[in-house]
């Protein structure tokens, strides 16, 4: 991998341009884009959650602060300043409150993996501490489903031998803490998941490979898809990416996934058709995304931040599909 600082954060096929059109694209893709909203903060290796009338972008490699974008907002605000500077946390919403997991703690001196959980109060923007994980982990996704959080995997340390986590924790409502889930099939970090109809989906990630013969342990990225059911404890396989790729960013929107770069594919848009089961590439992005966040908000998906592109924004949409030629 080219950063070894760690040794590794529908409805048709035609559809009508709104904004300004990727360079490439072409006639037939699901998707295009236009550029959105500058953030006044650089935000890479950040995490982003998102609800219905928000979407918040939580520190990262070289901001500690958090930006908020309203639904009926034209630009990001900042809202707080995280009580400790992280980077590659695990971030969601939960009810009135934003949660921020582990991740690689840039006031230790060693950067070190951390446990701890901070709560920030929406109403009032007042911190308050969580429950710890029961495990360091940095460089991997937090989700809520059901009203439940689900901290998924990631890196639990910067000794690369120590490999990746498969482990799940879940802070189900209302309990003291987190407690151990089914964990995932394969340990990765780098890997994105979003949440379909209550079930987690998890995409890509890297992972640590041992060669048959033996010898020196390398990082590899993946194309597992895996989805997750709260309600049955039971994990099962997708259709696999077709284009292997850690620190990707994805969201769900009509039914479809959305994944968009990640290393060393920097543009590359895949689109997971959850009604078929099948998977089909779309035009590149515009700008190399990597390291970065997705949200959803209303008919558009926001891929946020990134290491190239630190304060950009790219919006995705959608639409209906083009009337037939009478």
């Not at 991740?103 to 929406?122: F, I, M």
């Not at 709260?230 to 292997?244: H, I, K, R, V």
């Not at 620190?247 to 290393?263: N, P």
Request: glycine content about 12%; hydrophobic content about 40%; some cysteine.
């Amino acid at each position: 991998m080219a950063d070894m600082r760690y040794s590794n954060a529908g409805m048709g096929v035609l559809l009508v341009l709104t904004g300004v059109a990727s360079p490439n694209a072409n006639p037939h893709d699901l998707l295009n884009t236009r550029p959105g909203p500058m953030m006044a903060e650089p935000h890479a290796c950040t995490a982003v959650a998102c609800d219905d009338g928000r979407v918040l972008v939580v520190g990262g490699e070289r901001s500690g602060v958090i930006e908020s974008l309203r639904a009926d907002a034209a630009a990001w605000i900042t809202i707080a300043t995280l009580p400790r500077h992280v980077a590659f946390s695990g971030a969601a919403i939960r009810g009135e409150r934003l949660v921020v997991a582990g991740g690689v703690d840039l006031g230790d001196a060693r950067h070190a993996e951390t446990s701890r959980v901070s709560v920030l109060h929406l109403e009032d923007h007042v911190w308050s501490e969580g429950p710890a994980l029961r495990r360091a982990r940095g460089r991997f996704p937090l989700v809520c489903a059901g009203g439940d959080l689900f901290a998924l995997g990631g890196f639990p340390g910067n000794d690369p031998v120590r490999g990746d986590l498969a482990s799940v924790e879940r802070w189900a409502r209302g309990a003291a803490g987190w407690e151990e889930s089914v964990p995932m099939t394969s340990a990765r970090h780098g890997h994105a998941a979003v949440v379909v109809d209550g079930e987690i989906i998890v995409l890509g990630g890297f992972a640590l490979r041992t060669p048959p013969e033996g010898g020196e342990k390398s990082i590899g990225t993946l194309s597992l898809v895996e989805r997750y059911s709260p309600a049955t404890g039971a994990w099962s396989s997708l259709a696999p990416l077709p284009t292997p790729r850690g620190f990707l960013a994805a969201a769900h929107l009509d039914g479809k996934i959305v994944t968009v770069g990640g290393h060393y594919e920097w543009t590359t848009v895949e689109v997971l058709d959850l009604q078929t089961g099948k998977w089909s590439a779309e035009s590149p992005s515009p700008h190399r995304i990597t390291r970065a966040g997705a949200a959803v908000r209303g008919e558009e998906i926001f891929m946020i931040g990134g290491e190239f592109e630190e304060r950009a924004v790219t919006i995705f949409r959608t639409a209906l599909p083009k009337p037939p030629d009478l």
